[in-house]
């Protein structure tokens, strides 16, 4: 059974930095990429970056570009999202799962409420 557990979040002002973890198990592991996404209030959820497994080639929405990293520990089965820069408009929740340009996404976890705000 897959499993995907994120965490992380929490509240931020404009300009601050947070890491995102997502931890996977089950079968998933052998998936080529990952990515992280998010969805605001009202708003569809979007893949904000993703990261291949063999060569760690990484994509990124253009809101995001410059500011935030993603990267994956292979052995550890963790996939991280570094946040810096961020702004209000970042705030969200942000899930994790397979990369979905490339396959079905797995059933989703609950997610990591990301804040920013003074």
């Known amino acids: 059974q897959v499993q995907l557990v994120e965490s992380g979040g929490g509240l931020v002002q404009p300009g601050g930095s947070l890491r995102l973890s997502c931890a996977f198990s089950g079968s998933i592991f052998s998936i080529n990429g990952m990515g992280w996404y998010r969805q605001a209030p009202g708003k569809q959820r979007e893949l904000v970056a993703a990261?291949?497994?063999?060569?760690?080639?990484?994509v990124y929405v253009d809101s995001v570009k410059g500011r935030f990293t993603i990267s994956r520990d292979n052995a550890k089965n963790t996939v991280y999202l570094q946040m810096n820069s961020l702004k209000p408009e970042d705030t969200a929740v942000y899930y994790c799962?397979?990369?979905?340009?490339?396959?079905?996404?797995?059933?989703w976890g609950q997610g990591t409420q990301v804040t920013v705000s003074s």
């Open positions: 799962n397979v990369d979905w340009r490339e396959a079905v996404p797995v059933p």
């Open positions: 990261i291949r497994r063999g060569d760690a080639y990484t």
